[in-house]
């Protein structure tokens, strides 16, 4: 346990289950040692958690306040790259132009550079539509930052008019997404292309 204990402290990143288990001793219960330490720091200040399916330690929430003082914000996402990220996460795979109708107005492709820049987002494909517009997707590093096992635990319809954030009186026929962020290609895209990972905008003219 102890040893756990330093590997998770010390790591900068997550770690998994599997590279947990290459750095202990063969045979050691990895998975059980992990639970009961998320039960002995469960009520510390600094908790046990998992998130993207690996582990690593974080400030319990309710102190979070106390790390605000010390942490200088470097960059704030704006209202429509907020906006592009959760339509990302709700309905990706999505390109650009499915964002936009979405959105009900057109998006930057600045606003997509900034949100690849923070390794949240990633390109995933090409759509098999006319033009082959890029298809985009939600990353390791986007659950990791926010705190999520998986996108699944995105909030949901009612979780949202709880939280204020839809109005209660949408109309019946209203569906949140459940999110899917699988790795795999659906059947409507193809693989990126070498060298072709930044001809966005010349699809989308040909796609026009």
């Given at each position: 346990?102890?040893?756990?204990?330093?590997?998770?402290?010390?790591?900068?990143?997550?770690l998994s289950l599997e590279e947990l288990t290459q750095r202990l001793p063969e045979g050691t219960d990895v998975?059980?040692?992990?639970?009961?330490?998320?039960?002995?720091?469960?009520?510390?200040?600094?908790?046990?958690?998992?998130?993207?399916?690996?582990?690593?330690?974080?400030?319990?929430?309710?102190?979070?306040?106390?790390?605000?003082?010390?942490?200088?914000?470097?960059?704030?996402?704006?209202?429509?790259?907020?906006?592009?990220?959760?339509?990302?996460?709700?309905?990706?795979?999505?390109?650009?132009?499915?964002?936009?109708?979405?959105?009900?107005?057109?998006?930057?492709?600045?606003?997509?550079?900034?949100?690849?820049?923070?390794?949240?987002?990633?390109?995933?494909?090409?759509?098999?539509?006319?033009?082959?517009?890029?298809?985009?997707?939600?990353?390791?590093?986007?659950?990791?930052?926010?705190?999520?096992?998986?996108?699944?635990?995105?909030?949901?319809?009612?979780?949202?008019?709880?939280?204020?954030?839809?109005?209660?009186?949408?109309?019946?026929?209203?569906?949140?997404?459940?999110?899917?962020?699988?790795?795999?290609?659906?059947?409507?895209?193809?693989?990126?292309?070498?060298?072709?990972?930044?001809?966005?905008?010349?699809?989308?003219?040909?796609?026009?």
């Amino acid at each position: 346990m102890r040893m756990i204990e330093a590997l998770l402290f010390a790591s900068s990143e997550p770690l998994s289950l599997e590279e947990l288990t290459q750095r202990l001793p063969e045979g050691t219960d990895v998975l059980g040692l992990l639970e009961e330490l998320e039960k002995i720091y469960a009520p510390r200040g600094v908790n046990l958690v998992r998130v993207a399916g690996k582990w690593c330690f974080r400030t319990a929430e309710d102190l979070a306040y106390l790390m605000h003082r010390n942490v200088e914000e470097q960059r704030k996402l704006s209202r429509a790259a907020l906006e592009t990220l959760a339509i990302i996460a709700y309905h990706q795979p999505v390109t650009r132009a499915e964002i936009e109708e979405i959105r009900g107005v057109s998006t930057s492709r600045g606003t997509l550079d900034v949100l690849l820049e923070t390794s949240w987002i990633r390109m995933r494909g090409r759509r098999r539509t006319p033009g082959r517009p890029v298809t985009y997707g939600t990353t390791e590093q986007f659950l990791i930052h926010f705190g999520m096992e998986s996108v699944k635990d995105l909030p949901g319809l009612e979780e949202l008019k709880g939280a204020g954030l839809l109005d209660s009186a949408v109309p019946a026929s209203f569906m949140v997404p459940t999110p899917n962020d699988e790795l795999a290609l659906t059947e409507d895209e193809d693989p990126l292309e070498d060298g072709s990972l930044f001809d966005e905008d010349a699809d989308e003219t040909a796609e026009e």
